[in-house]
């Protein structure tokens, strides 16, 4: 009878696999091309790591991926560290990620080249939306470190030039882990206020490390969405962050922040004598001119002598007065000699001048109608006769037509 070899389930078999794995790939760095990234919905990340031999599934679980500075991207180069874990139910390994690092280019710089194309995609970045600083700001609030030289910087800056612009302090960390928390949570309070005209926020020089949370999302939307002007001064000249990119006005440093958002007494003093005292050379000239221009009005004749123009007016006046009368004596003489011989052409053809040469006029009564002719009128008949200085009434006895007319 022979005797079966000793064997092992399949699920021991996975299980000294586990052990072995787990016990000896402990925090260990894995390098290789990304590829099939997902981020999926729940925060958790999914992707594989691969050469030109092999594939290694990795899983980035969301308590690690919230501290990732860029996002991977498929084709990327990376060195990722963690831990073998093994699925016995599936039967598969993987590496649990706690850290990514890109090959080839920083952490950092990657993240910033990153966040700077979403961003600049977004319109965050564009010249349009920024708005202009205030010229004579009273009230400033300032985001940043309450111990840090920024500060001490601003505060001396701002009392050499205007002592009666007030500042408020947001004391805010800006460096380290949650520190762009801080940075947003200032910008929001002091949005929240309705007394401040500028926020400046910013820090002092450092490492791109140190400057870090003024590269972040956080940070650089809270700037974005603030509806008071902000000033970013971060670092010295030569350091650019996003947050200068997207604030309404970049600073080269915190002092150059105080310059832009403090105004100068001293310069406003120097500007209002300076407009001053430019007005009253205005003014004097103005009152020079005119002086000469009254001068050379009094030297005129008619302000020498002005009864000549006067009694040249009066003479103009008694001129004017007699023409007028000479016309209208001539025009009423042209009327009336008109009048005159219309009447004369009236009296000729008036019906009075004819009766008084011996002509008279009759008329049948009652209806006094005019008698042109014997047959208007009958014996026993009414008449009336009007001669020129009066009328006769009469009884007809008798009519006498003319032989002469009767023939016609």
């Known amino acids: 009878m022979t005797t079966l070899p000793q064997a092992y389930t399949v699920s021991a078999v996975t299980r000294i696999i586990k052990e072995t794995l787990e016990s000896t790939l402990q925090g260990v760095w894995v ?39 860029f996002e991977p991207e498929n084709g990327q180069k990376v060195l990722a560290f963690g831990d073998i874990n093994v699925y016995e139910k599936g039967g598969q390994y993987q590496l649990n990620c706690r850290k990514l690092v890109p090959v080839g280019i920083g952490e950092l710089e990657l993240a910033f080249r990153q966040l700077h194309e979403k961003l600049e995609a977004e319109g965050l970045f564009a010249e349009d939306r920024k708005v202009a600083m205030p010229l004579f700001a009273r009230k400033i609030g300032i985001v940043t470190s309450p111990t840090g030289a920024a500060i001490r910087d601003i505060i001396q800056i701002a009392r050499r030039r205007n002592r009666s612009v007030e500042l408020v302090i947001y004391p805010a960390a800006v460096q380290g882990d949650g520190a762009e928390q801080t940075i947003a949570a200032g910008i929001a309070y002091f949005n929240s206020r309705d007394d401040i005209d500028i926020i400046i926020t910013g820090r002092g020089g450092g490492s791109l490390e140190d400057l870090w949370p003024f590269n972040t999302e956080v940070a650089v939307r809270a700037i974005a969405a603030s509806k008071i002007p902000v000033i970013s001064a971060v670092g010295h000249e030569i350091d650019v962050t996003l947050a200068d990119l997207v604030a309404d006005l970049r600073a080269p440093t915190p002092s150059a922040a105080a310059e832009l958002a403090v105004w100068s007494r001293v310069e406003m003093v120097d500007q209002i004598d300076s407009h001053t005292r430019r007005q009253a050379g205005l003014l004097a000239d103005l009152v020079k001119g005119a002086r000469r221009e009254l001068f050379s009005l009094l030297m005129r004749p008619v302000f020498a002598r002005p009864l000549d123009l006067v009694n040249q007016r009066q003479q103009y006046l008694d001129n004017l007065r007699r023409t007028l009368s000479a016309a209208g004596k001539n025009r009423f003489e042209k009327h009336k000699n008109r009048l005159s011989l219309s009447l004369a052409r009236l009296e000729t053809l008036s019906p009075l001048k004819i009766l008084a040469r011996g002509y008279a006029v009759s008329r049948r009564l009652p209806k006094r109608s005019l008698i042109r002719s014997v047959r208007d009128i009958l014996p026993g008949d009414r008449m009336e006769t009007i001669l020129f200085d009066g009328r006769i009434v009469s009884f007809v006895e008798e009519t006498k037509p003319d032989k002469k007319h009767d023939d016609q």
């Open 31 to 69: 390098e290789g091309e990304v590829s099939n990234y997902l981020h999926h919905g729940s925060g958790h990340r999914y992707l594989n790591l691969k050469d030109d031999r092999a594939t290694l599934k990795v899983t980035i679980w969301r308590s690690a991926g919230s501290y990732l500075k």
